[in-house]
């Protein structure tokens, strides 16, 4: 069953414009909410994260948003670059009392920038 | 910062092979995971260690799989008598130990196995 899912495998935008992927998740105990971005041959590269305690979190370009209530989070990049183009992943960990360090993966989202 | 270092890069073994992978975290993270990745998935989680004591394991870690962080550094991985099933992306991923630290990850260690 998959806990953290990412239900758009590809994403293309032009370039300039903004960039939504989005992740819905399941399980009640994750509290803590992070992107990756992977280029080819590389190791995935954190991004940015949230905790449930927060509905928002802004890094530059980067904005996660948070919908505890509909297990929903979203990823915006404003402007998208070329560079950009990667697949992202969206990953939830359990709440710190849960014991548990495993952070679950999404399928990832494979954003193209368009020049 | 270094970063995540895994060593090699690239293995080729036929089936019934044993393979043994390294894995050398930042050096100040006392937290590193192995994490197994294949065409089209997420990483998947495999193990993970505090220092040198290994905290938690997952399902997916069968008994041909053993994980050591001997003196709570570097980390082995060894998978004994490879199946085809196991070609995969091994990725090691490192953290603080503090609360949710994010996971830095290396850039793995790709096994294909004939």
């Known amino acids: 069953d998959q806990q953290v899912k990412q239900n758009s495998p590809s994403l293309s935008v032009q370039e300039g414009r903004i960039s939504i992927l989005n992740c819905d998740y399941t399980?009640?105990?994750?509290?803590?909410f992070l992107w990756y971005k992977k280029y080819p041959a590389e190791g995935p590269t954190f991004l940015i994260s949230i905790s449930s305690i927060k509905d928002k979190n802004e890094d530059g370009r980067f904005t996660v948003f948070l919908n505890k209530s509909a297990k929903h989070l979203s990823l915006h990049i404003v402007p998208s670059q070329p560079g950009d183009s990667a697949v992202y992943f969206c990953a939830a960990l359990p709440y710190s009392g849960a014991g548990s360090y495993q952070l679950t993966f999404g399928k990832g989202t494979k954003l193209s920038v368009i020049p | 910062d270094t970063g995540v270092s895994q060593d090699p890069r690239h293995k080729i073994t036929k089936r019934g092979q044993n393979v043994t992978f390294r894995c050398d975290p930042i050096?100040?993270?006392?937290?590193l995971y192995w994490y197994r990745q294949t065409l089209g998935q997420g990483p998947e989680f495999l193990t993970y260690f505090q220092n040198e004591a290994q905290l938690e394991k997952s399902r997916l870690l069968s008994d041909r799989f053993s994980a050591e962080r001997p003196k709570g550094s570097f980390s082995t991985l060894e998978i004994q008598r490879t199946e085809q099933g196991d070609s995969a992306m091994y990725l090691c991923?490192?953290?603080?130990?503090?609360?949710?630290?994010?996971?830095?990850f290396g850039n793995g260690t790709r096994l294909t196995v004939t």
């Open positions: 050096s100040e993270h006392n937290r």
């Open positions: 991923a490192s953290s603080l130990h503090t609360g949710s630290s994010p996971l830095h």
């Open positions: 399980n009640s105990m994750f509290d803590y």
